[in-house]
């Protein structure tokens, strides 16, 4: 486990990574950091327009409960499917350097995932000033989820961005699987109005139980059920270590085939 | 005691695609343009480094130099052999890593030197003096964007320099900034390594070599061809060597 004594030592390459990328995203514009949370806040206003006065249905504050689901979902398909490049985009510092090529990965994953959370900054916002109003005890669960899913996230960009060195391909057919994975995942529905004979798809589909959660929390207001949430875990937790195993024998190489 | 570098019977092949079809249709029509020829860089070479030694690694080029080096600071892995380092490496190869235009050189230095594997207490307790080897206080909190080519250079260097590595292997990048400053970096490369740093060293400037390494090892083919403390001597057979290669490539024509 020397690896992550090593990662562990390159910390600060990390943090100042995933500071980079969060500051210089916005570096330039006017509003810099206050885009973080401008641009989520004009996504809800959006969706509240579309889905309040242009295509009303059913679901009580429908924009909330597509917004809870849609945050942590982009979180996850930018992992999957921006991250597998996150070697390649660095290949000049890979192919001259040497650094844990493990800190690619992580750093990418971690600022997307800061970036979620400051996400979620504007949802409490929304809720409380919308007079939904947050559950105290359901909110205790949020960190647990996030953490699921920031498991399985990196998990699964380990092994995506190795994969992509070797394999350019790889990464448009990423885009078009997350794509297509999101509507197996009750992002824009719940999983109730999907047909029962293809239900089972959903459930075999670890980013289920999560987005799950996060609605169960934020939108209804209730303890997620956290016997899914344990699959998942446990689906994130493989993922995780099988990732790290086979980003470990693949970087080997990485100098050579960039 | 033990040598700081120690590298035993170690090989490398790379892999020379004749035509690299990359794409799915060209890997399923054309199997047989994928072959390639593995060439050997290294072929079983062994040497060892002390602790505060000077190493300079000459020959001509594609013979190997800078694939040690890869394989030193692991970059690159050996197919056969075994390679040991002890302590800190740090490898000017590459100079202002991550570097991100539009944030100031302060901010630049916090990030190039947390890649190579500094703290923020450590980068905290060397920033004056990078800055001042830099020679760019006056310009340190404008971004880099607005630096000139070798003010870049400057502050990317500084930051290398200042690593407080135990081995630090430095790949031809000794041409930074004007004449000036590049005597300063060599000042200062010759007090660390009189203060016990160890230093491999790959360039075409013998001149460099001469100045600096206390050993010249001189590569040919992927072999070692000659491994000695007398770097004026292995030097002038350098010399020699590349001179009749010259006249032999033009009495060819």
């Known amino acids: 486990m020397k690896i992550w004594y090593e990662l562990y030592r390159y910390r600060e390459m990390i943090f100042s990574l995933v500071r980079r990328d969060l500051k210089g995203r916005y570096k330039g514009s006017a509003l810099g950091f206050l885009w973080t949370f401008l641009n989520p806040l004009l996504q809800l206003l959006i969706y509240t327009f579309v889905f309040s006065i242009v295509m009303r249905n059913d679901v009580k504050d429908y924009y909330l409960f597509l917004f809870v689901a849609l945050v942590p979902w982009i979180f996850f398909s930018s992992c999957v499917a921006g991250g597998a490049s996150c070697i390649w985009s660095q290949k000049e510092m890979v192919k001259k350097i040497y650094f844990p090529r493990e800190v690619l990965p992580i750093s990418f994953v971690l600022s997307q995932f800061v970036n979620m959370c400051l996400c979620f900054l504007v949802i409490f916002g929304v809720l409380i000033f919308s007079g939904r109003g947050i559950d105290l005890i359901a909110i205790l669960y949020l960190p647990v989820v996030l953490v699921v899913e920031f498991l399985l996230a990196l998990g699964i960009t380990m092994i995506t961005s190795a994969c992509t060195v070797y394999f350019r391909d790889l990464e448009y057919i990423l885009s078009i699987i997350t794509m297509g994975w999101q509507f197996l995942t009750p992002v824009m529905y719940s999983v109730e109005i999907v047909p029962k004979k293809i239900q089972f798809i959903f459930y075999t589909n670890p980013m289920t139980s999560i987005i799950e959660a996060y609605r169960d929390i934020l939108y209804i207001g209730k303890i997620p059920r956290l016997s899914s949430l344990g699959i998942a875990f446990l689906i994130g937790s493989f993922l995780f270590l099988f990732g790290t195993m086979v980003f470990e024998k693949l970087q080997m190489r990485f100098a050579e085939e960039l | ?253």
């Open chain 2, 1 to 253: 005691m033990s040598p700081i570098i120690r590298v035993e019977k170690v090989s490398k092949k790379f892999r020379i695609y004749s035509d690299k079809g990359s794409t799915l249709k060209e890997r399923l029509l054309f199997k047989k343009r994928r072959t390639y020829k593995e060439q050997i860089v290294l072929n079983n070479i062994s040497f060892t480094v002390e602790k505060g030694e000077a190493v300079g690694l000459i020959g001509q080029n594609g013979c190997g130099k800078s694939t040690t080096l890869k394989l030193l600071s692991r970059i690159m892995y050996p197919e056969q052999g075994n390679i040991k380092v002890l302590g800190r490496v740090s490898s000017l190869i590459e100079l202002g890593a991550g570097f991100h235009p539009d944030m100031s050189g302060r901010e630049n230095i916090f990030i190039n030197a947390s890649i190579f594997g500094l703290t923020r207490k450590e980068i905290e307790e060397r920033l004056n003096a990078i800055i001042e080897f830099s020679e760019l206080q006056n310009y340190i909190d404008n971004p880099v964007r607005t630096y000139s080519s070798g003010m870049y250079m400057r502050l990317a260097f500084s930051v290398a320099i200042h690593v407080s590595a135990d081995v630090l292997l430095i790949d031809e990048i000794l041409a930074v900034g004007d004449s000036n400053f590049q005597e300063k970096c060599f000042q200062k490369l010759k007090e660390l390594n009189k203060n016990g740093l160890t230093i491999v060293l790959v360039s075409h400037d013998l001149g460099s070599v001469l100045n600096l390494c206390q050993r010249a090892l001189w590569l040919e083919q992927g072999m070692i061809y000659e491994n000695s403390n007398q770097v004026q001597y292995v030097i002038d057979r350098y010399m020699e060597y590349m001179e009749k290669r010259k006249n032999k490539l033009i009495g060819e024509e």
